[in-house]
């Protein structure tokens, strides 16, 4: 049972441009959701987050949308740039539990120049 | 501060053998993990612990054992390898009470003959 669908599997952008993944959940219980960034030969590293509390979270070019009643959230990426291609995962947990987050499977973001 | 770190990088078994993956952190973290990625399949939960002494089993338990004996270290242990186990794994830790960001390392490489 795939509990976070992820979508596109991959993604070209021109320079620029707006990149957007989406990410779909099941379990209405979620009330955390972490967007990573992974680099090939690296560990993800964790970009940006939101609660469900509210429907919009912007650092600098990312910004997540969370749309509770149709339960996904997307990431956006502002101003695409080269050093942003990488692979991205979504992922939801419990947060007062701490325990495992349950990952997307992952979007490979390529931005040319 | 070095973070979450892993031992070690790369390693090459062959069906049978057996072999101990370190996860050390230094952030006094109270909860750290054990996830494996695969291609496709983005990052799965193998085991946690939140706390010094405390195990759980993840999604994908079998096959592993785990022990965390020490607060800033959680070991992963494979008593007897299958190619099925040829993986990337990750360790990840988080502060716990009320933060639970999570924090990963570089990675294990792990192949399995």
């Known amino acids: 049972q795939q509990q976070v669908k992820q979508s596109p599997q991959s993604l070209i952008v021109q320079k620029g441009g707006i990149s957007i993944i989406n990410c779909a959940y099941e379990?209405?219980?979620?009330?955390?959701f972490p967007w990573y960034q992974q680099f090939p030969g690296k560990g993800p590293a964790l970009l940006i987050a939101?609660?469900?509390?509210?429907s919009e979270k912007k650092e600098g070019r990312f910004t997540i949308s969370f749309n509770k009643s149709a339960k996904q959230f997307s990431l956006h990426i502002m101003d695409s740039q080269p050093g942003d291609s990488a692979t991205y995962f979504c992922?939801?947990?419990?947060?007062?539990?701490?325990?495992?987050?349950?990952f997307g499977k992952g979007t490979t973001l390529s931005v040319s120049s | 501060n070095a973070g979450v770190t892993q031992t070690p990088k790369f390693r090459v078994l062959k069906t049978g053998q057996s072999m101990t993956l370190l996860c050390a952190q230094d952030m006094n973290h109270e909860y750290m993990y054990w996830y494996r990625q695969d291609p496709g399949m983005g990052l799965r939960l193998i085991h946690y612990?939140?706390?010094?002494?405390?195990?759980a089993k993840g999604e994908v338990p079998d096959g592993y054992n785990v022990s965390r004996l020490k607060k800033q270290n959680f070991l992963l242990g494979l008593e007897s390898a299958a190619p099925s186990q040829t993986s990337v794994y990750f360790c990840?830790?988080?502060?716990?009470?009320?933060?639970?960001?999570?924090?990963f390392g570089p990675g294990t490489r792990l192949t399995v003959t």
């Open positions: 992922a939801a947990s419990i947060w007062q539990a701490g325990t495992a987050l349950i």
């Open positions: 612990s939140v706390g010094e002494g405390t195990t």
């Open positions: 990840a830790s988080s502060y716990g009470a009320g933060r639970y960001e999570q924090y």
């Open positions: 379990n209405t219980a979620f009330d955390y």
């Open positions: 939101i609660r469900p509390d509210v």
